[in-house]
């Protein structure tokens, strides 16, 4: 079972719209944990970094939120633009993990007219 | 310069070629990552350089041969491949080698492979 899981899977929206992405996580012990974006066929752009301590974290139309408790981490995009289709990966730091990062299994994201 | 550059885009190659990826970044960077991305899932990692010493190795098969020339270069030799190789390799490089929620990575646009 993946370490890091992601939901929905693929989602379609309108422009315009908001829309929320999960990311359930099961790794620990918790370092921080990061959203990035990929649009296709490019290397993924970093969104937001959180550590276990911070609760929200903000990147213009991007908001991401975490539960460390739960473990359990979301990303709002508010008012989606046409370009922000793309996969969205959160990715899990956990201090036994060797030096490794922890992928989700991402989302993938389309905006439509 | 926030960028790592990556060539070629796209490279086309057969099983009995040899050819090599490029990774560059000018960012003072100390460690630098190659991966791998197959359609539709997410990067898998394949190896950590860290202060120009490999420090990771992910079991990758000897076919897959890394190179760090110096801090800013990173390459990929590759030789005898298999089709199922084909897929994104994607370079990344982080200030140092540690995962701490400052220490940032910085992904290259990624090159294309294709082995037929």
């Known amino acids: 079972k993946n370490q890091v899981e992601q939901s929905p899977q693929s989602l379609i929206i309108l422009e315009g719209k908001n829309c929320t992405l999960q990311c359930n996580y099961t790794v620990s012990p918790f370092s921080n944990l990061r959203w990035y974006k990929q649009d296709t066929g490019r290397g993924p752009v970093s969104l937001t970094i959180?550590?276990?301590?911070?609760n929200t974290k903000s990147n213009g139309r991007y908001t991401a939120t975490l539960d460390a408790d739960t473990k359990q981490s979301s990303l709002h995009i508010t008012a989606s633009q046409l370009s922000d289709s793309a996969s969205y990966i959160c990715?899990?730091?956990?201090?036994?993990?060797?030096?490794?990062?922890?992928f989700g299994t991402g989302t993938q994201l389309k905006v439509e007219l | 310069d926030t960028e790592v550059t990556q060539t070629p885009k796209h490279l086309v190659m057969g099983m009995t070629n040899k050819k090599s990826l490029k990774c560059e970044q000018h960012?003072?960077?100390?460690?630098m990552y190659w991966y791998k991305q197959k359609a539709k899932k997410p990067p898998e990692l394949m190896f950590v350089y860290s202060y120009e010493k490999l420090s990771i190795n992910e079991s990758v098969p000897s076919r897959f041969s890394p190179e760090c020339p110096n801090s800013s270069l990173l390459n990929l030799h590759l030789h005898a491949l298999q089709p199922e190789d084909s897929a994104l390799y994607l370079c990344?490089?982080?200030?140092?080698?540690?995962?701490?929620?400052?220490?940032?990575?910085?992904f290259g646009p990624g090159t294309r492979l294709t082995v037929l």
């Open positions: 990715v899990v730091i956990f201090t036994g993990g060797g030096n490794k990062l922890t």
């Open positions: 959180m550590t276990f301590s911070e």
């Open positions: 960012m003072g960077h100390r460690a």
């Open positions: 990344a490089s982080s200030q140092s080698g540690g995962l701490a929620e400052y220490n940032e990575q910085f």
